[in-house]
Each structure stands twice: as structure tokens, then as C-alpha cells.
């Protein structure tokens, strides 16, 4: 019978080995997973900049982990970093 103590035990390990894997090969592994769970993926999203703020589709995101975001006009911009609205 499983206790709290041994799902917290489980879990953690199982916490310790995708961190250890992040912590090695970066956001790449994840990137197809973390896109099958992703909310709000192709619905348009505020992205506020230091220079400014856009509005587009969030298409998803880089394997490095940066943003998509698909503007008025079609192009694709990638944002590495910015305070993101949903919504």
C-alpha cells in the first residue's frame, strides 16, 4: 500500500533525474512533451518588452526554450525573454 512518504519518494527521485537530465542536455529533450501540454498554444498572447509590447499567436517554442510568437503580418518573431499575458 502506498503511503504519502513513498509517492513523495517516488516522486522525488523521479524529480532528481529530469533535472540531472535538463541540467546536461538543456531544454531540448522536453521540448516536444512540454508543447503536447502547452495552454494557450496558437491563441494570441500579449508579450510586453523593455521596447515595447507585441501582440500575436503563440506558435510555441524554441528548443532552446524562446517564444514563438506569429504577428499581424505572418513574420515570426522569437522572444527570449518578456512578461507574457494570456488572454
Known amino acids: 500500500q502506498e503511503t504519502s512518504e513513498t509517492v513523495l519518494v517516488a516522486f522525488l527521485a523521479n524529480l532528481k533525474e529530469v533535472l540531472l537530465e535538463f541540467d546536461q542536455d538543456g531544454f531540448a529533450p522536453f ?4 508543447l503536447d501540454h502547452a495552454m494557450n498554444l496558437h491563441k494570441t498572447i500579449t508579450v510586453r518588452l523593455p521596447s515595447g509590447t507585441l501582440d500575436g499567436v ?4 524554441e528548443v532552446d526554450g524562446a517564444l514563438r ?5 505572418g ?3 522569437v522572444i527570449h525573454s518578456g512578461e507574457v499575458f494570456f488572454g
Not at 31 to 34: A, D, I, R
Not at 58 to 61: A, K, S, T, V, W
Request: no cysteine; proline share 0%; glycine share 6%.
Open 58 to 61: 503563440f506558435e510555441g517554442l
Open 75 to 77: 513574420d515570426i518573431k
Open 69 to 73: 510568437l506569429r504577428l499581424a503580418n
Open 31 to 34: 521540448h516536444e512533451e512540454w
